[in-house]
């Protein structure tokens, strides 16, 4: 008899492990509040319920009426509580605690954590700093929800003036009105390290450089590209990462992915954002193709068992990418009505493309969110060296074109592959 998965959130970043499970004979089933044609996950699911993913109690009662044997969710912050919820009442496998799902969706939480265990993290400020007028304030500043997800709530703020407006859209994103106001980073490298708890021991996964738009085009807390492995490695090995692997070991996490983002200045890597789960991007189809390591099929066979499969502990020794470089570019279209699009398929018979995720289609209606729903698609990609990644992303612009009701190409926030650094290539 197959085993039967239940996905929580029917994202288009879920079709992978959705895909994934299919190909190992499993029957699959994907729950949302979404109707199913917004739903991507859903659509290719061999089942789609429309419950919300809050609603556990029936949820549970269904997954008990149909005899699920693991729920499952990879990407998607919100889902972790009532995922754990969900596999607590039904005797299944989950990743962490309750407690330890908060210390990661919490990020005040997260930082007290990471001050304890010696991580170093961005020079912090409180609202009361600006009743007082802090004469050591020092501006540009970040404010952000402190248990939002993606780039929703959050806004640089350059002077005094806009701090009351910031910290209004903040708290009005965040569930439990709490806010993190920052030094904003501006100029230092975006670093995702990604681990995973295997029996009680980190394995570095992933060590990634991440590249956001500018300030200028609106867009500087928006991913627009990132490549693997960091030209930062080193560093990152030789400081943070043995920090982070005391904090994870201290904090008694067991099995699961482990995703923290920091900036780097000087050999300090400033952690600030962390997440049970992996990054939310397409390199788990790119560390496939370039070294046979299935993240989705250990994930699932978790959730099914309780275990990972052995051939993760190798992850260390594979996250090189076989010598080449995995590349991921984002594009971003602005407001208006999406009437035509051109050259995806096109692109996807390019050898060097490992797959591309469309997050809308003709007929979709976008709006000026100025965040990472402005994302019309994710193009992934396994170069040889960073120059091919060069050409290959000025093709990607070149190819693409997503067209308004006026005929013209919607495309915004173009990466400028002259932030990419020869050292890349080795």
Not at 108 to 117: G, R, S, V
Not at 172 to 198: A, C, H, K, W
Not at 224 to 240: F, K, N, Q, W, Y
Not at 267 to 278: I, S, V
């Amino acid at each position: 008899m197959k085993k039967k998965l239940l996905i929580l959130g029917g994202a288009a970043l879920h079709c992978g492990v959705v895909e994934t499970a299919k190909c190992m004979g499993i029957e699959t089933y994907v729950t949302d509040y979404l109707p199913i044609e917004d739903s991507p996950a859903k659509q290719i699911a061999n089942h789609a319920w429309d419950y919300d993913i809050f609603d556990v109690d029936n949820i549970v009662t269904r997954c008990k009426q149909e005899s699920i044997d693991g729920v499952l969710n990879v990407y998607i912050d919100p889902c972790q509580m009532p995922c754990q919820e969900i596999c607590e009442r039904l005797g299944l496998p989950f990743f962490a605690t309750p407690e330890q799902i908060e210390v990661f969706h919490d990020k005040n939480i997260f930082l007290e954590t990471c001050k304890a265990n010696g991580v170093d993290v961005i020079e912090q400020y409180y609202e009361s700093d600006f009743v007082t007028c802090n004469p050591d304030i020092r501006y540009p500043l970040y404010v952000k929800p402190s248990d939002s997800r993606g780039t929703r709530g959050q806004t640089v703020c350059r002077n005094y003036s806009e701090m009351a407006d910031a910290i209004f859209v903040a708290k009005n994103e965040s569930d439990n009105g709490e806010v993190i106001i920052e030094r904003f980073m501006e100029g230092f490298q975006d670093i995702q390290l990604t681990y995973f708890m295997i029996d009680g021991e980190p394995h570095l996964y992933c060590i990634g450089d991440k590249y956001n738009g500018t300030a200028g085009e609106g867009y500087q807390g928006s991913v627009i590209a990132g490549v693997c492995p960091s030209i930062h490695e080193e560093t990152i090995l030789s400081d943070a990462h043995p920090k982070i692997c005391k904090m994870l070991r201290n904090m008694g996490l067991k099995n699961t992915p482990v995703f923290i983002q920091g900036f780097l200045e000087g050999n300090k890597f400033r952690a600030y954002d962390p997440a049970l789960r992996l990054p939310g991007f397409l390199y788990e189809h790119i560390i496939k193709k370039a070294t046979g390591l299935d993240t989705y099929k250990a994930l699932i066979e978790f959730a099914l068992t309780g275990r990972f499969p052995q051939e993760l502990k190798e992850v260390n020794s594979k996250r090189r990418m076989a010598g080449k470089v995995s590349v991921s570019i984002w594009i971003f279209v602005r407001a208006g009505r999406i009437t035509e699009v051109r050259g995806i398929d096109e692109l996807r018979m390019n050898s060097s493309v490992v797959r591309i995720d469309e997050w809308y289609h003709v007929g979709d209606v976008i709006e000026n969110w100025r965040n990472i729903k402005n994302t019309f698609c994710e193009v992934a990609m396994l170069c040889e060296d960073i120059k091919e990644a060069k050409q290959l992303t000025k093709t990607i612009y070149d190819t693409v074109r997503i067209n308004d009701e006026n005929g013209e190409d919607m495309k915004i926030v173009l990466f400028d592959t002259n932030r990419w650094d020869d050292r890349y290539q080795e």
